[in-house]
C-alpha cells in the first residue's frame, strides 16, 4: 500500500515538474511552431502567385480583346475605302438599272459595316446621317424609275441627275466614317503599347 | 444668264407655259419626275424638265444650319442636230426662274394627267 502511494507520488511530482516547466523550453513545441510558419509562408506565397496569375489573365483578355477589334477596324476601313471608290464610279449616262445595282450593293455593304458600331459615343451620330442619306438616295432613284423603260433615252440623264447630289453626301459621310475609324484604330494600338 | 437673256428666256417660258396649257406640246414624263418634249424637225431636240431634290444647308431661327432636301428643277435645252445642250440650268443657282420653270413643269404633268383621264374616259364603255 504504502509502494503504490509513492509510486502514484512519484507519477504526479514529475507530471508536475513537466506542466509546471515554460511551453517554450518545450522543443516540440518550437517544431510545430515552425512548421505551422512555413505553412503559411508557403500558402501566402501561393496566393500571391495564383493573384498574379489572375492580373496577368485579365491583362492578355485585354489584350486580346483589343488586338480583336484592331483587326475588325482595319478591315472596316478596308471596306469603307473599296465603296468611296465605288460611289465614285457614278457616271452621267448611268441608266436606271445599273443606278439600283449600284445603290443596292453599296447599302448592303454600308449597312453591314456599320451596323456593328451605331451604339458607338463616337461613330453613333456619323453612321445616323449615313443612314438617312442611304434612304433619301433610295427615295431619289424612285422617283427616276422609267415608267416604260423605252422611254428612258427620252431623259439619258435624268438618273444621274436625281441621284448624284445624294451620292455626293454619302461620300462625304463616309469619308468622315473612315476618317473616325482609322483615328480609332490609332488609339486602340496606343492603349496595345501602354498595356 | 446675265439679266437682259434672263428676261428673254423667261418670256419663251411664259410662251411654252401657254401653248402647253392650250394642248399644243406634246409632253411625255418617261419617269415620275422628268417631262420630255422632243421637237420635230426642222429644229429637232428636245426639251427636258425634272423635278430634282437638293440637299441645301439652311438656316435655323434658332441660330445654326441644317441640311434640308429641297425641290428644285432641271431645264435642258438639246439640239439633236449637234448633240448638245443649248441650255442646260438648275433652279438651285437660277433662283429667280424656279416659279417659270415651276409653272411649265406643273403645266405639262397637269396636262399628261388629263390625257391620261381623257383616255380612261374614251375606253369607258357606256
Known sequence: MTNDTEQLQSTVNSVLRVVQQPFYNHPDFWIGLILSMAAIAIGVFGLYYAYMAFKEAGEAKKAANAAGKTVKIQTVTIELTEILQKL???????????????????????????????????????????????????????????????????????????????????????????????????????????? | MAIPEITEFTDSLDKLIAATREGKIDWAKPNPTTVVWNILPPNPGRIVIQQIMNNERQSLPTGGQVMRAVPRYLFQLFDNRTNSFKINLTTADQQQLEPKIKALYDAAAIGLSRSGLDFLKSILPN
Do not use: C, H
Request: proline fraction near 5%.
Open chain 1, 88 to 195: 465614285g464610279n457614278l457616271q452621267p449616262n448611268i441608266e436606271f438599272s445599273d443606278a439600283w445595282n449600284l445603290l443596292t450593293e453599296i447599302q448592303r455593304r454600308l449597312r453591314r459595316t456599320v451596323s456593328p458600331f451605331q451604339k458607338d459615343a463616337d461613330l453613333g451620330d456619323t453612321i445616323a446621317a449615313l443612314k438617312e442619306a442611304l434612304s433619301a438616295a433610295s427615295k431619289a432613284l424612285a422617283s427616276v424609275r422609267p415608267s416604260d423603260p423605252a422611254k428612258e433615252e427620252m431623259a439619258p440623264l435624268a438618273v444621274y441627275n436625281a441621284i448624284q447630289d445624294n451620292f455626293a453626301a454619302i461620300t462625304n459621310i463616309v469619308a468622315d466614317l473612315l476618317g473616325l475609324f482609322e483615328k480609332k484604330s490609332i488609339n486602340f494600338g496606343d492603349d496595345d503599347g501602354n498595356s
